[in-house]
């Protein structure tokens, strides 16, 4: 049942703001910050759905050391055939094949050799899919959103804590390049204080339309509203902001423009222009954090804009932007910008330039980058950030290591899903976002992956 209380606000003021309930931590379970399991020499692999995802995710785990594809499933059974001539292309041995129901994942899951249940299939699935798979005995790592209500997620946080299984969402934009070099400039203090993020996903879907299953996607923004899609902008500028490593997401507001588009689409893929599309074609969310910090995140996938996620930093001594315009400008800062040419003419009115951010990315770019980045590109995967991902994965699993996405993560950035439905919903109400940590969002200071 959703409460709506009067708060007061940082000015003094009341406004009403929807308060989410949310449920106590079962008793004898704990949090899953910095949760490492035990090391895993190899780990072995069963991937659910090969639709859009899920063959990049096989060939991708077939250039990984210490990884080892065993089962293969979806409910189509040309697609698992195709898979299969991957791996044997590979000179890898088969993998075992689930196919010809919607169930025949139970028996993937159920399988007691497997480590990593990999979950790449339609939304409405892949939270039941995690599910079961902790339920099992199994770590997980499930696609984008992985959770689609309150329930969902909040099921997944507490079996996660329960099993002490990994429950790890697949955000892959996380580890673009530019995202991972800007990250470690941030944390580096190269920006100052990081006061604004922005995200998005801008990309209109008119070439995909027809390549999902059964119209699963263009039927959820048929019945739905709000950002059904938030986690492409929101991994990213989380990190920057150490969420629930040191400040944690507050209170949100969402707005949405009338769905103009999307009925018609609708109409085109099915021949009957339905009266009760729900969700606008623009979505807009604010979100303010507990350390007084604001994100800024959209969502468009139906008119016709060049794809963008946006993703933008505002620091106290600096700027990032991605989409557009690509570069940076920052204020003189000789003790943190040491070895660039030219420091002197560095403003925060004009970008750098090509030899100032040549400089800057030679001293500031990612490890991962500098680890695996050529391996990354010529693997693929939206340009190497879809290897980065699975090679960090299975390295965390590997040697024992908390995963560079927990749970938590997870929660957070799927919540917006909800969340923004119950703001629009309720007129652009703001609503206040659960601390899905129950109490530990300020226990680890600074977000910072792990090595060995």
Not at 130 to 143: P, R
Not at 356 to 383: D, M, N, R, S
Not at 432 to 444: C, H, I, M, Q, Y
Request: aromatic share 8%; with cysteine.
């Amino acid at each position: 049942m959703l409460v709506i209380t009067a708060c007061g606000s940082d000015s003094g003021s009341v406004s009403n703001i929807i308060e989410v309930p949310s449920p106590e931590r079962p008793a004898g379970q704990e949090d899953m910050i910095a949760f490492a399991a035990e090391p895993i020499d190899t780990v072995k692999v069963g991937i659910i759905g090969l639709g859009m995802r899920g063959p990049g995710a096989v060939e991708r785990m077939l250039n990984i050391d210490g990884a080892k594809v065993v089962a293969l499933c979806d409910i189509e059974p040309e697609r698992c055939d195709s898979a299969q001539a991957m791996i044997l292309r590979a000179g890898a041995p088969a993998a075992d094949i689930y196919t010809g129901s919607d169930s025949a994942w139970r028996e993937l899951v159920a399988r007691p050799d497997i480590d990593l249940v990999y979950v790449a299939t339609d939304w409405k699935n892949h939270a039941r899919m995690g599910l079961a798979a902790m339920e099992a005995g199994k770590h997980v790592a499930i696609e984008v959103p992985a959770a689609m209500s309150l329930d969902e997620i909040w099921d997944l946080v507490n079996t996660s804590e329960r099993t002490r299984k990994h429950c790890m969402m697949l955000e892959n934009c996380v580890y673009d390049f530019f995202e991972m070099n800007t990250l470690n400039m941030a944390q580096n203090g190269v920006f100052g204080d990081i006061v604004h993020v922005e995200g998005s996903y801008i990309h209109n879907l008119a070439d995909f339309w027809d390549a999902y299953y059964d119209n699963w996607r263009l039927d959820y923004n048929h019945h739905n509203r709000g950002d059904v899609y938030p986690t492409h902008g929101m991994g990213p500028a989380c990190q920057l902001l150490d969420i629930h490593r040191g400040d944690r997401m507050k209170t949100l507001v969402a707005m949405d423009t009338d769905p103009f588009t999307g009925p018609g689409l609708v109409e085109k893929q099915t021949g009957e222009r339905p009266a009760d599309y729900l969700n606008g074609d623009h979505t807009m969310t604010m979100i303010r954090t507990e350390k007084g910090k604001t994100i800024q995140i959209q969502h468009d996938v139906v008119n016709p804009r060049p794809y963008s996620r946006m993703y933008q930093l505002t620091g106290t001594k600096g700027f990032a932007n991605k989409y557009g315009r690509q570069g940076y400008a920052l204020e003189p800062d000789t003790a943190t910008m040491s070895g660039m040419p030219d420091l002197y003419n560095l403003n925060a009115h004009d970008w750098l330039s090509a030899e100032q951010e040549a400089a800057l990315l030679e001293k500031y770019t990612h490890p991962f980058i500098t680890e695996v980045g050529e391996i990354a590109k010529k693997v693929g995967g939206h340009g190497g950030m879809d290897y980065i991902m699975d090679y960090r994965l299975i390295y965390c699993l590997r040697n024992g290591l908390p995963l560079d996405m927990d749970v938590y993560d997870l929660a957070e950035w799927c919540s917006l899903v909800p969340l923004t439905a119950l703001s629009i919903e309720n007129g652009s109400a703001p609503v206040a976002v659960p601390d899905f940590t129950r109490g530990s969002w300020n226990k680890l200071q600074g977000y910072r992956p792990a090595t060995k």
